[in-house]
């Protein structure tokens, strides 16, 4: 029989929260809820005994870097481990690697000391799988990541979700982003060919790719889940809150009042909650288009509806509910736009209209504090002199890039273009770029995307993506694959760029290597 225990001890971190109870200790797992909290209750329960005695933990913000050992009085003591059935030894300073964001964290003080009287004696048993321990075991001691052939990599993979090592496993298979290194890891063919509207990168490393009415989920280890079906609604953009939560933005179906922003589980696929908009109190239907998040948990979308509903709704992830609403202006264009882009810096929003689309180009910040637009710019009336403004040379995507105060364009030669931001009135500064493809074109239309990672600029054309570096953004790296066609959209996160190709609909995943092991 196990008496009541005198005082529970908590450990809690931004993911999850474990329960330590005195006596024969028991541990349970259970995803914290941030967001929606009602619809994002997932829980697993595995049990596990420590016999250590009981004391009070409270664990402050300090943690460890995935293979980095924080020394702060770890005590060099051996640790004996019955993993199921089978003896390890190991000390302190090793687990103590595993980091305060893991199942070892709990066996420590705040000052990283073994949490435990007769840790050299004692033997503390986890009921888990021995082989995989082992090799987790291992990338602790070493930093390196070895997996022997007869294991499963989906089984050890599902063991460092246990420990709370999957962070140091995704970091020795593949190395901090760099887009002057990142190397053509896999390719990934989709369901049917053709018509990929977009692909977004996951906070984790894995992926999400809208197709048609659907939105295909992948996992980092590229473990498809079950789609998100919108039944024929076809589908405008798509966005990751978190690893468990994406965003889905689609068109609205005339007479049945459907359509809009909803959020959807990662793992199953099921609508877990639906965003409105309201106009003069009422609850109208409309059409979503571009998706984008900001760090103070705000979901903003383009928005189209059948009366005045134009312009760019806001909404809070944590209730759900709208919170504010950008009407469009007369003479300009924002319900229909193509890209946003939120700015931590200046708190604002990039919002841009682009060809075909429209048949002129809107890009404009939007500053919603003081609900007025505080830049813009447009090609009405730009020259016709001007080549690069020509029907099949308009600006094509968009992006602001905040260290420089500029919007950086480009358009279908991949020429780019710079635009001051402390400028309320500018023409583009154009940097041409069209020799370099020797009058080379693409059989369909090619329509270039822009990204900005950690002060490299990419931009997508025909079946490569270019990397620029430096003041002078020079072209430094080209990525390309030779199956699948043209690049119609990439997208990086989870230190990984995933690149999909408009004819096959295959998407190529490319990562950095791994350092080197000194």
Known sequence: MVREPDKDIIYENNMTQLLLCSTITSMWVKPRASMLQRHRIDSFKTRIYFPW??????????????????????????????????????????????????????????????????????????????????????????????????????????????????????????????????????????????????????????????????VHVYDWMMDEHPPINLDYQRVNDAGWIDPKNVVVSACERLGRGDGGMGLFSSSNGELRHKFSVQHEGEVKSYTAGALSFSSDYKIYSSCRGRSNEYGVGVWDQNTGKQVDFFYEPPGWSLGDADKLQWLNGTNCLLVATLFPRKDNCYISLLDFREKKMVWSWSDMGAPTVDERLSDDRRVRDAIAMEDTSSVCVVNEFEDLGFMDLRRQVGSVRWSSRSRLMKGKMPDEPCYPKLALHEGQLFSSMNDCVSVFCGPDWVLTSRLRRSYGGSICDFSIGGDRLFALHSEENVFDIWETPPPPIM
């Open 53 to 214: 005695p009981q004391k009070n933990l409270h664990f402050g913000s300090s943690a460890t870097s995935c293979g980095k050992i924080v020394s702060m009085g770890i005590q060099n003591d051996r640790v004996r481990l019955n993993v199921g059935g089978k003896l390890f030894e190991t000390t302190a300073t090793t687990l103590a690697n595993a980091g305060r964001n893991s199942l070892f964290g709990a066996m420590f003080d705040d000052n990283w000391n073994l949490h435990s009287n007769n840790s050299s004696t004692s033997t503390h048993f986890i009921d888990r799988n021995p082989d995989c321990f082992s090799v987790l075991l291992d990338l602790l001691r070493t930093g390196e990541l070895y997996v022997p052939p007869n294991l499963p990599e989906k089984l050890l993979y599902r063991e460092a979700l246990f420990y709370g090592l999957l962070d140091h496993v995704r970091s020795a298979k593949w190395g901090p982003f760099d887009g002057n290194c990142l190397r053509a890891a896999r390719s990934v063919t989709g369901r049917a060919p053709g018509d990929g509207t977009a692909i977004r990168a996951g906070p984790d490393g894995g992926c999400c790719v809208a197709h048609g009415s659907m």
